[in-house]
């Protein structure tokens, strides 16, 4: 349903152009939970952002994002809102900020109802208690009269998933969605999203760095790396055979309680700065597989038994010159 | 029936302040005085008796009279009209249009930005009185001239404050949630950021009162503002200046006029903040 191709963002700066994210093109079939991983800075949060049209303005983006066929980013602002939370939606980070303090939460979610439909203030409520009711929070007659701040951290990422499913959409960004909550409250979260997939038949972008929520509840994974995506697989695929070998060093350096182990594993080395690439492929300086070829050309994504890998490990090519 | 319930809520927060209470009931009384002022006034404010100038406060005039022998408690009533309405009308003139301005400047950033700031910039380098009078020659003389004169010039100060506080309040991620649930920037900026920054727009404004009333005595001063014999707190002041050492209870009664009046805005003002703000409302 969602289609992304070959979608490159770059930010101009005043010393060039940084190209946060170099493309990325991955589907997102009507009732999949997709998992971006990859570190810090590697570009996830920038394709969602993207995919919203909520890039900064210094922003030049490069390919196309279909939604059903139509592809968004030759929408202007204005037909750019119809899309926003009507049919896709997106969840942040950081509960805490992403309700207005001064607003009651049944509000908040009327306004995000009442943005895309006409109907009147009283069904908009009515409509708000079930939302909340279905996000889990108990007495939600009572509650849509509260402010932000007389809620805990896990009810305001449920309000603001209310909020979010409030039109609703056929996907869902979620952004961390778990990364600011503690661990028992994360389970809680995750185990929402994943019920609401069903009940709302509503496709899911889960964009985070914790491997263990991916296992858990993401049908495909995409990883990425310096603003690529390099490996593309169902997560039981992934898991069980990791292929690239930086998603092998992600596995690698889970901590896992059966193992007894002095140090923790890790990738050597540090990510490439994104104005400071290098000629080759963008993980060729830490990857232990590491051959000539990897220093001197990027290897494209190319499939290979039923995954996408950017990888000259799985090059047809070069198949002759592994160590 | 929900607003109805936050209105409660603001007034019960409100009316357990009593510093906020305190200067409501100062605002009432100084509004009904503007209302009836003339007609409580013991002499006319504008009859001058020149075998009595300079009486020090008696039983006949209890504030004493000026330098023209005219009855100064009779003067500071009939001035609280016009000194509350310039006050008040300046104040919102400056107020709404700065903070549009100013909401603009912030949002949108970039180009806009940069032009409306750079106007409020050169509205800043000249004094305000200056331009106050250049200003009023435009637009001519008269109370109602000056008013207006008053409230453009102070139209910079709202603009930067509600700038810097709308360009703080664009980084929460509420306001990009609001975007995601597509929103208009209109909504955006009139729902999602102003009611968050009114605090520091409520406390420069009711201080802005006080500013309007002197600047209006300081046109007055020069003949701009309201024209001599009318009752005017600031003008009063003003012209009384050269007597203060051998009869200050020229001065005296007119500044406490003025004094009294900014400090009930300032106490219901900062009540009002509190009151408006989700968090602090028990």
């Known amino acids: ?323 | 029936m929900e607003r109805e319930s936050t209105l409660k809520q603001i007034w019960g927060s409100l009316s357990q302040n009593k510093g906020a209470m305190a200067g409501l009931v100062i605002i009432v009384i100084l509004a009904i005085i503007a209302v009836i002022g003339d007609s409580i006034a013991p002499y006319d404010p504008e009859y001058s008796d020149m075998t009595a100038c300079f009486v020090a406060p008696c039983a006949e005039h209890i504030f004493g009279t000026d330098q023209l022998g005219r009855d100064i408690f009779s003067r500071v009533l009939s001035g609280t009209r016009i000194s509350l309405t310039v006050g008040i009308i300046a104040v919102s003139i400056s107020l709404t249009i700065g903070t549009v301005v100013g909401a603009l400047a912030g949002y949108c950033g970039g180009k806009v930005d940069m032009v409306i700031m750079r106007i409020m910039d050169m509205m800043l380098a000249v004094p305000s009185i200056l331009l106050a009078i250049t200003f009023m020659a435009a637009l001519g003389k008269g109370i109602d001239k000056a008013v207006i004169a008053i409230g453009l010039v102070s139209i910079p100060e709202y603009a930067r404050i509600v700038r810097g506080s709308v360009l703080s309040m664009k980084q929460n991620e509420f306001v990009q949630a609001a975007r995601v649930m597509g929103n208009k920037d209109s909504v955006i900026i009139f729902k999602h950021i102003l009611p968050n920054i009114l605090s520091s727009i409520i406390v420069r404004a009711t201080l802005g009162i006080s500013t309007a009333v002197l600047d209006t005595a300081a046109l007055g001063f020069l003949g701009l503002g309201v024209q001599p014999p009318a009752a005017e707190w600031g003008d009063m002041l003003g012209r009384s200046r050269s007597f203060i050492f051998n009869a200050p209870h020229t001065l005296i009664f007119p500044g406490l006029a003025i004094t009294l009046t900014v400090l009930a805005f300032n106490m219901l003002g900062d009540g009002l903040r509190d009151a408006l703000d989700p968090k602090q409302r028990k």
């Open chain 1, 1 to 323: 349903m969602l289609e992304i191709k070959n979608l490159s963002v770059g930010f101009q700066q005043k010393k060039g152009t940084v190209n946060a994210v170099r493309d990325v093109s991955f589907n997102v079939g009507d009732d999949e939970i997709v998992a971006i991983v990859g570190e810090s800075g590697s570009g996830k949060s920038v394709s969602s952002l993207a995919v919203m049209g909520l890039l900064a303005d210094n922003a030049k983006i490069d390919g196309e994002i279909l939604l059903n066929g139509e592809n968004l980013l030759l929408k202007n602002e204005k037909e750019f809102q119809e899309v926003r939370g009507n049919k896709i939606s997106m969840i942040f980070q950081e509960p805490m900020t992403s309700l207005n303090p001064t607003m009651r939460v049944g509000d908040q979610i009327c306004e995000a109802i009442l943005t895309h439909e006409k109907i009147s203030k009283r069904e908009a409520m009515g409509r708000a208690v079930e939302l909340l009711c279905s996000v889990g929070i108990p007495a939600p007659d009572k509650r849509v009269k509260d402010f932000p701040h007389q809620m805990s951290g896990g009810m305001r990422q449920r309000v603001m998933i209310a909020m979010a499913l409030a039109c609703r959409p056929k996907i869902l960004i979620a952004d961390e969605p778990t990364t600011a909550l503690d661990v028992t409250i994360q389970a809680q979260i995750m185990k929402l999203i994943q019920d609401l997939h069903v009940s709302y038949n509503m496709a899911v972008i889960l964009i985070t760095h914790d491997l263990g929520v991916v296992a858990e509840v993401a049908d495909r994974v995409c990883v990425m790396y310096c603003g690529q995506i390099v490996e593309n697989a169902l997560v039981a695929d992934l898991y069980d055979n990791p292929k690239h070998p930086y998603t092998k060093g992600l596995l690698e350096s889970i901590p896992r309680i059966d193992e007894d182990k002095e140090r923790l594993y890790m990738i050597d080395g540090v990510v490439p700065s994104p104005q400071n690439l290098p000629e080759g492929c963008a993980f060729a300086p830490r990857c232990p597989d590491c051959m000539e070829i990897c220093k001197k050309s990027r290897p494209a994504l190319v499939e290979s038994e039923g995954r996408m890998l950017r990888c000259f490990l799985y090059h047809s090519v070069c198949e002759g010159e592994q160590k």
